[in-house]
């Protein structure tokens, strides 16, 4: 069964410090969504992306956030100067066109320090 | 007022019991409704989208009533592993996900 994956699992970062998280999402999906949870709260919706370019993104998703899809397979979400409320697990999900239904990679715990 | 509310629980039940969960939600305009199971520190999983006809998967049933904006979820025969948090999660007209806090459901031998 084709899946969403990410890497890294677990990224420990400085404050201020820049860093990606990568996402591979399901083949032949074309809409492609960032969403974070802050432990012991809900997931909440960050940006959502679709032919190259971002269609929402939410009040979270300020100047320090950029998404790119670089390639024909990567979905790469860089938040630019990190802060201790960036510590979050992020997840990537994916749809396919026509569908409301979007299926989420296992996660990238971050952790500013 | 939340836009997804849901009871967080716990629900503790023992195994074969049938449980059950609501979840109410704010936008009158949201579009497609959905059942995600979570397990501890794991990503959100698709459980079943929600029709307003209701719908059923195996030991699962999914209801919507538009017009009380109500979503439950009806599980049968509860099994250990059916113990997750279940989330209620609606979207209106894009894309963007929105999801409640989660109910917390624990199934005993």
């Known amino acids: 069964e084709p899946e969403v994956t990410q890497t890294p699992s677990h990224q420990v970062t400085q404050m201020g410090q820049e860093v990606i998280l990568r996402c591979v999402p399901i083949?032949?999906?074309?809409?492609f969504y960032w969403y974070r949870q802050i432990l012991g709260q809900k997931v909440e919706f960050l940006v959502s992306f679709y032919n190259n370019e971002i269609s929402e993104k939410s009040e979270i998703f300020d100047d320090q956030f950029s998404v790119e899809r670089p390639d024909g397979s990567n979905f790469t979400l860089k938040i630019r100067s990190t802060k201790l409320e960036d510590s979050a697990m992020y997840f990537c999900?994916?749809?396919?066109?026509?569908?409301?239904?979007?299926?989420f990679g296992p996660g990238t715990r971050l952790t500013v320090t | 007022r939340k836009e997804v509310e849901q009871d967080p629980g716990p629900f503790n039940v023992p195994e074969g019991a049938t449980v059950a969960f609501n979840c109410t939600y704010s936008n009158s305009a949201s579009q497609s409704f959905f059942w995600y199971r979570q397990d501890c520190r794991k990503e959100p999983k698709l459980l079943m989208s929600v029709y307003s006809s209701g719908n059923e998967d195996g030991r699962f049933t999914a209801q919507l009533n538009r017009a009380s904006q109500y979503i439950s979820l009806l599980i049968r025969d509860s099994k250990l592993s059916d113990s997750a948090t279940y989330l209620c999660?609606?979207?209106?007209?894009?894309?963007?996900?929105?999801f409640g806090t989660g109910t917390r459901l624990q199934v005993f031998p």
């Open positions: 999660v609606v979207n209106t007209f894009t894309d963007k996900l929105i």
């Open positions: 083949s032949n999906h074309l809409y």
């Open positions: 999900a994916s749809s396919e066109a026509g569908s409301h239904e979007q299926y």
